[in-house]
């Protein structure tokens, strides 16, 4: 079965530098990712998808991703942080052979002024 | 707009009193699912249905139950709830399956005394 992991259950920056959010699958068949972001007291919205297309993905609000099918590996960056990013993050797989999506345990990323 | 929509959105009960979490979506999306979200534990899977009389159990489906007889209702029923199902609760639904963008509800959190 598949499976998903996130490195680092908090992450913390300083607004204005690199964001990297860690994620690695385990898939034998090429899966389809994603990453979602929570913002407090809101529900999960898509932030960027990997279909098998291009490798590198360009999502909404400055994140991009990039697939390396090597490293099994999924992570997310943002260029400059900004105060607004502060927010739960959660990358995705799907699971081709039981056809279910499945998620990480989440990446809670904290801005620092 | 298109939206997927819960109620309620707060809800204290307590143990053994039936309750039912209404969701809705405008999309006429045929996939929909119910998740629960737990501090460490992220995001999992409680039931989802791939059209409408279909359903089928996720990866935590003791306790509750779901019904799809319409497209774009799928309400999720707590028979005797117990405070081991204290969680934020969140549908969601997309077009596609794998491939698809889950659009998320706003969540309900839920209180079992």
Redesign the interface.
Known sequence: AQSVTQLGSHVSVSEGALVLLRCNYSSSVPPYLFWYVQYPNQGLQLLLKYTSAATLVKGINGFEAEFKKSETSFHLTKPSAHMSDAAEYFCAVSDRVEDKIIFGKGTRLHILP | EAQ?TQNPRYLITVTGKKLTVTCSQNMNHEYMSW?RQDP??????IY?SMNVEVTDK?DVPEGYKVSRKEKRNFPLILESPSPNQTSLY?C?SSLK???G??F????TRLTVL
Do not use: C, K, S, T
Request: aromatic residues 20%; glycine residues 24%; neutral net charge.
């Open positions: 997927v998740y460490g534990l992220g995001l999992r899977q989802y996720g969140f969601a399956l794998l491939a963008e889950q998320f509800g706003p969540g």
